[in-house]
């Protein structure tokens, strides 16, 4: 199960393949990677615990890990080095065999995280002290009195109560 890296030439033939043909090999694969039976198959030869491979369906690069859950034809696997956990479907992995060793995980460099909304057990806290915009474009400072599933309750000097969601609110440094 030793695949080796991606052939230049491929990348090179299919940099001259015009937008069509690169749209026609798209839905074959899609159709080919769509057939129920090729993800049973692919499910079938991985097991929790073992140390897989994982296609990055960001930048493309190979990723190691090991299963840690399945849900029927998608599983979570938790990146060597990094300690991150992906949901990646069994298509997109490949399983160690005993007599094959996983990468070294210290030659690993993780891409930078990306972006995520503000979220309330992380970010927000009862009693920040935070700021949002109006529905008229009014800047409202206000401080949290409840955190809720997703929106916060925020109270103001003038005495009114604000619920909000998480993502236009701004916290307010004290300095």
């Known amino acids: 199960m030793n695949t080796p890296a991606i052939d230049p030439r491929m990348i090179e ?12 090999l798209k839905a074959i694969i899609e159709g080919l ?26 930048d493309g690069q190979m ?21 991150r956990t992906w949901k990646i479907p069994c298509l997109a992995m490949q399983g160690y065999t005993n007599t094959e060793r996983a990468p ?5 460099e ?7 909304a503000a979220t309330p057990a992380r970010d927000f806290q009862r009693g920040d002290t935070v700021t949002f915009d ?18 916060a309750s925020i109270g103001t000097t003038d005495g009114g109560t604000w619920r909000v969601p998480f993502h236009m609110l701004r916290h307010v440094l004290d300095i």
């Open 134 to 151: 109006d529905r008229d474009g009014r800047v409202i400072t206000g401080v949290i009195v409840r955190i809720n599933h997703r929106t």
């Open 13 to 24: 033939a299919l940099g001259g393949a015009s937008s069509l043909q690169l749209y026609q």
């Open 63 to 83: 990723r190691s890990g090991k299963i840690i859950a399945f849900k029927d034809t998608q599983a979570t696997v938790l990146e060597q080095g990094t300690k």
């Open 110 to 116: 993780p891409p930078p995280e990306p972006v995520t």
């Open 104 to 108: 070294d995980p210290s030659t690993y």
């Open 33 to 58: 990677l769509a057939d129920p039976r090729r993800g049973l198959a692919a499910r079938a030869n991985l097991h929790l615990g073992q140390a897989v491979r994982f296609v990055d369906f960001r």
